[in-house]
């Protein structure tokens, strides 16, 4: 399937490929409140490469086209987090701002760094996120909940970070919003609730900014808009839909101590998957 030319076959291999990976997707974003580019990145990395897509929009479309999929996977996993009261809305508009902020500084800077060092960068950075859940580094005290949210100077730094960060790996951010409302005193599954939440606003101008950067580049695979390839967006989104209410229903029947847990393990395996990824595995 390379450049823009329509091969059914192929096209149809890609569909199979890409819906497994929406499952998953669906499943982690529900069950992690995280947009589901953790999985969804990896996924379209190795299945894009197979299908001989230019190397020098490989890595654009797999971010812009992973955005584009957390619109619908955060936005259906809000709605089955909402139904059990758990999503601080409060907490996303204050972020709201910042983040736009700052997936408007990461879009400008992914012309600029090297993809090597970003998946290091990013490996090292989930492999220490996991480690804290699976053994905090501080544990937060009972009645600091709904009392230290970050605030001021303090929260513009954290949700800027936030939304550049995320802009340029193609995720929704859950990760550090879990890490900050549990370090806080949130509860876990308040705080994955309202991660899901901020994987919407990250993900919308995220995705209008890919579509926009890719518009004057011709070796994009078939279907895309800019860096956002459309069947890959159809393929993840049709299955995630239906598995993130199922990753909801198992995070709210799930201990919250082993809730953090599986999701350190998970964040652990993401790292390891990334290194081994950088290193041409």
Same mark, same amino acid.
């Given at each position: 399937?390379?450049?823009?030319?329509?091969?059914?076959?192929?096209?149809?291999?890609?569909?199979?490929?890409?819906?497994? /990976?929406?499952?998953?997707?669906? &499943?982690? $974003?529900?069950?992690?409140?995280? =947009? +589901?580019?953790?999985? !969804?990145?990896?996924?379209?990395?190795?299945?894009?490469?197979?299908?001989?897509?230019?190397?020098?929009?490989?890595?654009?479309?797999?971010?812009?086209?992973?955005?584009?999929?957390?619109?619908?996977?955060?936005?259906?996993?809000?709605?089955?987090?909402?139904?059990?009261?758990?999503?601080?809305?409060?907490?996303?508009?204050?972020?709201?701002?910042?983040?736009?902020?700052?997936?408007?500084?990461?879009?400008?800077?992914?012309?600029?760094?090297?993809?090597?060092?970003?998946?290091?960068?990013?490996?090292?950075?989930?492999?220490?996120?996991?480690?804290?859940?699976?053994?905090?580094?501080?544990?937060?005290?009972?009645?600091?909940?709904?009392?230290?949210?970050?605030?001021?100077?303090?929260?513009?730094?954290? /949700?800027?970070?936030?939304?550049? &960060?995320? $802009?340029?790996?193609?995720?929704? =951010? +859950?990760?550090?919003? !879990?890490?900050?409302?549990?370090?806080?005193?949130?509860?876990?599954?308040?705080?994955?609730?309202?991660?899901?939440?901020?994987?919407?606003?990250?993900?919308?101008?995220?995705?209008?900014?890919?579509?926009?950067?890719?518009?004057?580049?011709?070796?994009?695979?078939?279907?895309?808009?800019?860096?956002?390839?459309?069947?890959?967006?159809?393929?993840?989104?049709?299955?995630?839909?239906?598995?993130?209410?199922?990753?909801?229903?198992?995070?709210?029947?799930?201990?919250?101590?082993?809730?953090?847990?599986?999701?350190?393990?998970?964040?652990?395996?993401?790292?390891?998957?990334?290194?081994?990824?950088?290193?041409?595995?």
């Amino acid at each position: 399937m390379p450049g823009s030319e329509f091969d059914p076959v192929q096209t149809g291999q890609l569909v199979g490929v890409l819906m497994l /990976a929406g499952a998953a997707a669906g &499943f982690a $974003a529900g069950m992690f409140g995280i =947009g +589901g580019g953790f999985v !969804v990145v990896p996924a379209l990395l190795l299945v894009f490469g197979m299908f001989q897509v230019d190397p020098l929009v490989l890595s654009h479309v797999a971010i812009g086209t992973s955005l584009a999929t957390i619109i619908v996977t955060s936005l259906r996993s809000v709605h089955a987090h909402s139904k059990h009261g758990a999503v601080d809305f409060q907490v996303i508009r204050d972020w709201t701002p910042w983040l736009v902020l700052g997936v408007t500084l990461g879009l400008v800077l992914a012309r600029m760094l090297d993809g090597t060092a970003l998946k290091w960068i990013f490996a090292i950075g989930v492999l220490i996120l996991g480690l804290h859940f699976i053994i905090p580094l501080v544990r937060p005290k009972p009645d600091a909940a709904r009392r230290d949210m970050p605030r001021g100077p303090f929260l513009a730094a954290i /949700a800027t970070f936030l939304g550049a &960060f995320s $802009a340029l790996l193609g995720i929704g =951010g +859950g990760t550090i919003a !879990v890490l900050v409302m549990t370090a806080c005193g949130r509860p876990i599954h308040q705080a994955v609730a309202t991660a899901a939440g901020f994987g919407v606003v990250i993900a919308i101008p995220g995705t209008i900014g890919f579509a926009l950067l890719g518009l004057a580049h011709s070796e994009l695979p078939f279907g895309s808009f800019g860096y956002i390839n459309l069947i890959a967006v159809a393929a993840i989104t049709a299955m995630s839909f239906v598995t993130a209410p199922l990753g909801v229903r198992v995070a709210h029947r799930i201990n919250a101590r082993a809730l953090e847990k599986a999701f350190g393990v998970y964040l652990v395996a993401t790292s390891a998957l990334v290194l081994h990824n950088s290193m041409g595995g």
